[in-house]
């Protein structure tokens, strides 16, 4: 039996945190989400838990490309270059709803790309959409395939 | 502009030089006159000297021959022989003619007609002699001829002869030796003339040679001044172009960071909001609920207009950094020049809005568009803008008409929207250019950014844009484009 998968959400905007959080419930996802504020401080959790075979740690990765301290490109080009990480599924949920880097997310090994609408009803659908799409996601098995 | 300086200092020296080498010309011409003329006098004087040797030898004939006639005469007088008399045959008759000749031959100079007609005489009277004695002689009146000889006439005439020729070849001499010195004066003359002519000829041509290398130097120092500045205004130009260029993707990137960073905080403002109208829908059922208040309707429509100002002003904001951040992708997207058919591109954008021309029952005609060769998406984007703004701003009388048409002007491409909608104020014609600013009456949903995109699409291609349009006539928005982008443009906003 797999451990169930934490959510890994990196942005920096406790306003958004805390309205992705909520909708993501709304949605009636229950697994545990571990909020991270900078690029850094995600950084140094991912290379904790880098060394342990990725089914002992299941995550999601929630990721914001505009972060104080860094770009979110380069922790998703770090997840993706990792031996373990490299399976976590990574959702960019950004501002930027620019073609040149929705296409660079994806070229880099992003699952799902989701840009914030100002519009709350077309954000809280998109987001419960994730919810969904969390809940039913298998994190795939890295020794058995 | 130490070029244009040297320029002007160049034309006022070579006036001057001008007139130098004017007045080196003159004298030149005169010292060549000169010695010319003393060419001539010198050839004239030495045909005059020619003349008078000559003269002098004629003279000295007529007096040999006199003698000769003489002697002969006597000789035949004393010896009585036929044979003395044969030289004075032979001479006598031309004893005349030579004097004669003689005062024919004289030189102009020597002023001796008179002397000339007294010598003529004496020697025509001792022909005379001569001839009577040797008559009297050959017809046996000897001793008359031998009395005629003693009483010395003969010889005084002779002598008498001889002392004018000799009178006559010294003064003869005496001029020629007159005119050869004077010869020499002007030989020497002009020897010198002719020096110092050599000495101007090399001394104005070495002043040529030194005003033309002066003015070749001013010429190059003014042409390497010229070059400079050249080279400064293109170093200048390049540095003013590589600053704009700087200012505008600061602009542009400025733009970017704006219209994202505006968005996060609107992303909070419009969740929580949303958060808030479910509690207040929940605050009121509990209220209900508990009939804690009387009125809840007329609080409850306070709430939900709040939260409706809230939620359009966030809306409107919205929209507004979508557009800014619309004009800035555009100015920093690249262009590709292509052949495009114009037609062919407008039709399929009518095609495209064909359901507003259904709702305002407008007509609209295409014109013969000349093809561009541009940017695809660009045109798309003008011409959609420019037709969709006709179509919102026409009257709803069912008599709405939209015309676009196209033609060439020189190597530049002119496209036309025209409309007979409402029209625009003429004060209004520059702000409607300009981002966020609207005109006429506020009827017609918008944000007031068609007009500004059109114009910061045209102006990236090169071209212009400009309306001519009355209040409740129409409007005409007529596009300059040049016929190709330059590859150069596509680095500019």
């Known amino acids: 039996m797999n451990k169930p998968v934490t959510i890994v959400m990196i942005e920096d905007d406790q306003g958004h945190a805390r309205l992705i959080e909520r909708n993501i419930r709304r949605a009636g996802v229950t697994n545990e989400v571990m909020p991270f504020s900078d690029g850094a401080s995600a950084l140094a959790y991912f290379k904790k838990i880098e060394s342990e075979p990725a089914e002992l740690n299941p995550i999601l990765v929630l990721l914001d490309l505009n972060l104080p301290d860094m770009s979110g490109i380069d922790i998703l080009e770090f997840l993706k270059n990792d031996g373990h990480l490299r399976v976590a599924p990574v959702i960019v949920l950004t501002t930027t709803d620019d073609q040149l880097e929705i296409q660079r997310c994806y070229d880099l090994g992003c699952n799902v790309y989701i840009t914030k609408p100002v519009d709350y009803e077309q954000f809280a659908v998109a987001i419960r959409q994730l919810g969904l799409f969390i809940s039913v996601i298998k994190i795939p098995d890295p020794l058995n395939g | 502009m130490a070029g244009f300086h040297d320029v002007f200092s160049l034309f ?23 010695s010319v003329w003393l060419s001539h006098r010198l050839e004239s004087d030495a045909g005059t000297a020619a003349e008078i040797n000559r003269y002098y030898a004629k003279l000295g004939r007529v007096g040999r021959t006199m003698r000769t006639v003489e002697s002969s005469q006597r000789g035949y007088l004393i010896a009585e022989s036929e044979q003395y008399l044969r030289p004075y045959n032979e001479l006598y008759s031309q004893l005349i003619p030579q004097a004669k000749r003689l005062i024919e031959s004289v030189p102009a100079a020597l002023e001796e007609k008179e002397r000339l007609a007294v010598l003529l005489d004496l020697i025509t009277r001792k022909a005379n002699e001569m001839a009577v004695t040797v008559a009297d002689a050959t017809n046996e009146r000897r ?144 209220l209900e609920k508990a009939n804690a208040l009387a009125d809840t309707d007329v609080l409850g429509k306070d709430f939900d207009e709040a939260f409706g100002f809230i939620k359009s002003s966030i809306a409107r904001m919205d929209r507004l950094i979508n557009a800014i ?66 179509i919102k701003f026409l009257k709803s009388d069912g008599q709405g008409e939209i015309k676009i048409e196209g033609y060439l002007r020189g190597v530049d491409v002119i496209y036309s929207v025209s409309d007979n909608g409402r029209g625009i104020d003429p004060r209004d014609h520059q702000r409607i250019f300009e981002l966020f600013r609207r005109a006429g009456p506020q009827d017609v949903p918008g944000e007031g950014m068609g007009l ?42």
């Open chain 2, 12 to 34: 006022r020296e070579s006036r001057r030089e001008a007139a130098l080498l004017g007045a080196a010309a003159v004298i030149l011409i005169l010292l060549t006159l000169f």
């Open chain 2, 143 to 286: 001793d008359a001829a031998v009395a005629r000889l003693k009483d010395n006439y003969g010889v005084k005439l002779s002598e008498q002869i001889e002392e004018h020729i000799n009178a006559l070849q010294e003064k003869a001499i005496a001029k020629r030796d007159e005119i050869e010195a004077n010869s020499a004066e002007l030989r020497d003359m002009k020897m010198i003339v002719d020096v110092i002519g050599g000495v101007a000829v090399l001394a104005f041509s070495f002043l040529s040679i030194w005003f033309l290398m002066r003015s070749n130097a001013a010429l190059s120092r003014a042409h390497r001044a010229l070059e400079k500045t050249n080279d400064d205004l293109e170093d200048i130009v390049m540095r003013r172009t590589a600053a704009l260029q700087r200012a505008n993707d600061e602009i542009q990137r400025f733009a970017y960071v704006v219209s994202h960073d505006l968005r996060s905080p609107l992303v909070n403002i419009m969740g929580f909001t949303s958060e808030l109208e479910t509690l207040r829908k929940d605050l009121f059922e509990r």
């Open chain 2, 325 to 390: 951040l619309k004009i800035s992708r555009q100015g920093s997207r690249p262009l590709h020049s292509e052949l495009i058919d114009t037609k062919k591109l407008v039709e399929s954008v009518i095609s495209n809005v064909a359901h507003q021309i259904r709702e305002k029952d407008a007509r609209i005609a295409v014109g013969d568009l000349p093809p561009i060769l541009s940017d695809r998406m660009s045109i798309e984007q003008i011409f959609s803008n420019l037709i969709e703004n006709a």
């Open chain 2, 452 to 493: 500004a995109f059109v114009s910061a699409l045209v102006r990236r291609l090169g071209g212009s844009i400009a309306v001519e349009s009355a209040v409740g006539v129409g409007s005409t928005f007529k596009v300059t484009l040049p016929g190709t982008i330059a590859q150069t443009r596509g680095m500019a906003a």
